[in-house]
């Protein structure tokens, strides 16, 4: 088992930034990646980007490109989410999820943080 705390997020005005949080715990010597998402109210949910716990980066949404950075402290079993120049349509929950070794699918996630940006 993995488990996923995502923390960091919060009410911020449009410009501002956010670096948000995923600490892993349990197993996570099985993991091969950790993968950033995103659900909008009334929306479904998105992915943003991933890191592998090698540090290899999969490409961001294009909405988020040049905006958003991941990043990831092996030593700390945790991964960032750098959000810069924030915008309305940036407010969302956000979610980490873990996807393991030799399966195709996240298969673990986090609880989520609300980050709301006002315009």
């Known amino acids: 088992q993995v488990q996923l705390v995502e923390s960091g997020g919060g009410l911020v005005q449009a410009g501002g930034s956010l670096r948000l949080s995923c600490a892993a715990s349990?197993?996570?010597?099985?993991?091969?990646?950790i993968g950033w998402f995103r659900q909008a109210p009334g929306k479904e949910r998105e992915f943003v980007t991933a890191?592998?716990?090698?540090?290899?980066?999969?490409p961001y949404e294009d909405s988020v490109k040049g905006r958003f950075t991941i990043s990831r402290d092996s030593a700390k079993s945790t991964v960032y989410l750098q959000i810069d120049s924030l915008k309305p349509e940036d407010t969302a929950v956000y979610y980490c999820a873990a996807l393991e070794r030799g399966r195709a699918a996240y298969d673990y996630w986090g609880q989520g943080t609300q980050v709301t940006v006002s315009s």
């Open positions: 890191i592998t716990w090698g540090g290899g980066t999969t």
């Open positions: 349990g197993r996570t010597f099985s993991l091969y990646s």
